[in-house]
């Protein structure tokens, strides 16, 4: 689908998608996964480390730093350290396949809110429910190969940003599954992959740098049996090497991934919303309608909606591919009070706010429980509507 290239946040908002893993796997092929993985669990080791044309051995002792000195990444108590340039994939200690293709930076009509406008602003509760001002929201294109190896051992596994490549180790805290359970942040989604299996995805992270991103980095804590000592692995890639890509980066999306085109109705047919059915028509702008959000104006979503219980998605908007945008009303559709939740339909315009200069290009629908199964997001780009009367 065609899409709207972002830019740097400069403030605001964050979310650590540090996420830990435990991970081990084969394969060369970079299909999506359907379900969002956990992001801890155990898993097994290979018998060897990477290895890489750049790759360093740093298990030496490290050398003492003067006083004076800012400390390195060089001197951390690290295993190995491998640097790549993007998209460049490397076996890790473990034998799963990783790389990192670019990355996603936040919208820059959010970053040019008002601190107290982005404080205000209805995003979706999971986004704003891990909201940090002092950090920067971005997402990396990652690609994973989970290697099986059966042997024993145990492994954690993060991915992070840095502003040069001798930074030292990220102190970034690890984010929980928020992200990745309850809708895509950006689409397709990265989960985790079960062994054997391969996945390529966005995967929102959080950093607590003003500065643009010179490195993503892949920090791998293993051990090859359960009672040596914890080794740490780092790969990095250059963020610098190609050019840093968007959120309209062509990275591959399965048929679970794809959008609906406006029109097509869906119905769920697992889960909390199994027999919902929801279609949408298009959007518009609230020409005449002022916003109360300073710095933003409003819009809706025509949408038609028939629940089969009294559970109602989770609706939200898609604002430059982001999906982080709530809509103005908790319950706008009144459906929750209903005597008959399963006769109370609605047709209609749901009201959002969206920041100047921000364009809505996409509708979702989520159960809040399963990625993928239980989310649906319809395509607004080429859909505008006159502004309902």
Not at 13 to 18: D, H, K, Q, R, T
Not at 63 to 91: K, M, R, Y
Not at 205 to 222: F, Q
Not at 272 to 291: F, Q
């Amino acid at each position: 689908m065609a899409l709207r290239r972002s830019h740097t946040i400069r403030r605001f908002l964050g979310v650590v998608l540090a996420a830990c893993v435990v991970v081990g796997c084969s394969g060369n092929d970079q299909p999506q996964t359907d379900e969002a993985q956990d992001a801890s669990a155990q898993e097994s080791p290979s018998a060897g480390s990477a290895e890489s044309n750049g790759s360093i051995d740093s298990s030496l002792n490290a050398t003492a730093v003067p006083s004076d000195a800012q400390p390195e990444l060089s001197d951390e108590d690290l295993a190995s350290i491998t640097e790549l340039a993007v998209g460049e994939q490397v076996a890790d200690a473990q034998a799963n396949l990783i790389a990192v293709y670019g990355i996603a930076t936040w919208p820059e009509s959010f970053a040019d809110l008002s601190d107290d406008a982005q404080a205000s602003f209805p995003f979706l509760a999971d986004v704003d429910g891990v909201s940090d001002p002092t950090s920067q929201l971005m997402a990396l294109d990652v690609g994973m190969c989970s290697a099986g190896i059966d042997a024993v051992g145990s492994g954690t596994a993060g991915f992070f940003v840095n502003t040069a490549a001798t930074d030292v180790l990220s102190t970034d805290p690890v984010l929980g599954r928020e992200l990745l359970v309850q809708h895509p942040v950006l689409q397709p989604s990265f989960a985790f992959p079960a062994a054997a299996e391969c996945a390529r995805g966005w995967l929102p992270i959080l950093t607590s740098h003003d500065d643009t991103p010179a490195v993503a980095r892949y920090v791998l804590e293993t051990r090859p049996t359960s009672d040596a000592q914890v080794e740490r692995h780092v790969y990095q890639w250059d963020l610098a090497s190609s050019p840093v890509e968007s959120a309209d980066s062509d990275a591959p999306i399965d048929d679970a991934s794809k959008e609906f085109e406006a029109g097509q109705t869906v119905t769920f047919n697992e889960g909390s919303l199994s027999g919902t059915t929801v279609s949408v028509d298009g959007w518009a702008e609230y020409v005449g309608h002022a916003s109360a959000l300073e710095g933003t104006r409003m819009v809706g979503v025509s949408l038609n909606f028939c629940p089969a219980s009294g559970e109602v998605p989770k609706f939200g908007l898609a604002i430059d591919n982001w999906n982080i945008v709530a809509p103005l009303e908790t319950n706008p559709l009144g459906v929750e009070d209903s005597a008959d939740p399963a006769e109370h339909c609605f047709e209609g315009w749901l009201d959002f706010a969206v920041p100047f200069g921000g364009v809505p290009t996409a509708f979702f629908a989520s159960d809040s429980a399963k990625s993928v199964a239980g989310y649906a997001e319809w395509s607004l780009l080429d859909a505008a509507l006159p502004t309902p009367e």
